[in-house]
């Protein structure tokens, strides 16, 4: 869709027939991909060319992160609880590099991002827990971060890769809760309650998160260690 006219550009048909899961695009802009069941899409912008993408393993793919080189590609699963890593070779050939397993717990994957350096990969999921994996050391976990009593709907990372933002709510749930993480100590810095919130992002020079929640309202938080609602309140009536 062209956002200044908002006519439709291209259009993709008879290519995914089961449900979308999530689509990303690539940091460099020479690729997007698009999820859906058990396999990756990997589509050049100008739609000329398409790879697809198939695990080793039996699993429904449904979260997507490309760190900052484009080189990779990170899919969380549904119930699985893997992430599956491929690695560009050559032009649009990937190949496949790693299975990440979850051995304590088959869990959803509900959030998958790279540091903005690319040498981090975190994921959340309905376990609970965040894990932090190292990109260099072939993916080795480097922490698990627990406190989170519901599922993990979004992380973010700040821009300077210190901090990790993630948010944990559901209807009725004990845990409506923004946390913000020390990433190489993998402590708490600071827990925020809020209402049933479903994403938050940091802003691109790290001094505010933002976060949206079910309760129809986005809020500007101030992201330094004394997190608070600084700024403003957005909201509107249900209809």
């Known amino acids: 869709m062209d956002l200044r006219t908002g006519d439709e550009v291209a259009r ?4 995914h027939f ?10 460099n802009n020479d690729f997007f991909v698009s999820c859906e069941d058990d396999f990756v899409n990997v589509w050049n912008m100008d739609f000329s060319s398409r790879s697809s993408l ?24 549904f119930s ?33 991002v790279f540091s903005p350096n690319g040498e981090m990969l975190a994921t959340g999921s309905d376990d609970e827990k965040i894990n932090m994996y190292s990109v260099a050391i072939g993916f080795s976990r480097m922490h698990t971060l627990e406190g989170h009593t519901n599922t993990i709907y979004s992380l973010s990372f700040s821009p300077n890769n210190t901090r990790l933002v993630s948010c944990s709510g559901e209807y009725n749930g004990t845990d409506l809760s ?8 993998g402590t ?10 479903s994403v938050a992002a940091h802003s691109s020079n790290g001094s505010l998160i933002a976060s949206g929640s079910g309760d129809c309202t986005i809020k500007i ?11 403003h309140k957005f909201n509107r009536k249900r209809p």
């Open 12 to 15: 993709i048909n008879d290519v």
């Open 18 to 27: 089961q449900y979308i899961t999530h689509i990303a695009v690539a940091p």
């Open 178 to 185: 923004i946390r913000l993480w020390n990433v190489m100590e």
């Open 221 to 231: 938080w101030d992201a330094g260690i004394e997190v608070r609602d600084r700024r």
């Open 80 to 112: 699985g609880g893997e992430v599956i890593v491929w690695e560009l070779v050559r032009g649009m050939r990937w190949g496949q590099i790693y299975i990440i397993p979850d051995t304590e717990v088959r869990s959803s994957i509900q959030a998958v």
């Open 54 to 77: 198939r695990a080793d393993v039996d699993i429904i793919i449904n979260r997507v992160a490309i760190p900052p080189s484009s080189t990779l590609i990170a899919c969380g699963t």
């Open 188 to 197: 708490l810095v600071k827990k925020v309650d809020h209402y049933h919130v």
